[in-house]
């Protein structure tokens, strides 16, 4: 049998049209923003009727909140040897959430504010991986493994803002750019002696 959510009474939703909306709205939002998700190119690009579209969905907003809502999972618990392996992985799964959901587009719509009913959701893709890289920064400064007196909200709008800033710059965000941003600002974040005893 082939899987149901719950929909309108007596008419059963397919799980698989409704994931099929959400790709093509997610998709559709990574290339052109919040302004290209409508519910025409929507069903144009996953082949899904617009009348299917219109009985799960009341409009554009609601299909890109569900297809938000659908991939803004709780972020992984860091994993690594050493508090630099840590910051690291937290921070690729930003980037992931940055490049894999939101997309340029999405991007430009935060930055734009072109759509403000969507940029506080769109954030709300990012804040909770943001936050747990604050946390894991703030952590490591409390343990001795950063140096006293960092910001750790300074340090991820940094962290962050590389990212951004590449993509403006070069058009694409290459593999090892993470690795040379997190080396720069651990010589920053990081005392002689704290470095030290970090990599042990």
Not at 67 to 86: C, F, K, M, Q, Y
Not at 114 to 140: H, M
Request: aromatic content about 4%; charged content about 25%; some cysteine.
């Amino acid at each position: 049998m082939t899987p149901t959510t719950p929909g309108a009474p007596g008419r059963p939703r397919r799980a698989e049209t409704d994931a099929s909306i959400h790709e093509a709205a997610l998709r559709l939002l990574r290339t052109g923003g919040s302004r290209g998700v409508t519910v025409e190119a929507v069903a144009a690009a996953s082949g899904v009727a617009k009348t299917t579209i219109y009985r799960r969905y009341s409009d554009r907003e609601d299909v890109l909140r569900a297809a938000l809502s659908a991939v803004i999972v709780p972020p992984e618990n860091p994993v690594g040897e050493t508090p630099r392996d840590r910051i690291r992985w937290a921070l690729d799964q930003t980037w992931h959430q940055m490049s894999d959901v939101l997309g340029p587009g999405g991007l430009a719509t935060i930055l734009r504010e072109d759509d403000p009913q969507f940029s506080e959701l769109f954030r709300g893709v990012l804040t909770p991986y943001t936050d747990a890289l604050v946390e894991l920064i703030r952590s490591d400064i409390a343990a001795g493994a950063l140096r006293p007196g960092l910001e750790p909200d300074t340090v991820v709008s940094l962290l962050i803002g590389a990212y951004v800033g590449e993509l403006v710059r070069r058009g694409a965000v290459a593999d090892g750019f993470i690795d040379r941003c997190v080396d720069l600002m651990w010589a920053a974040m990081t005392e002689d002696e704290a470095r030290s005893r970090a990599r042990r």
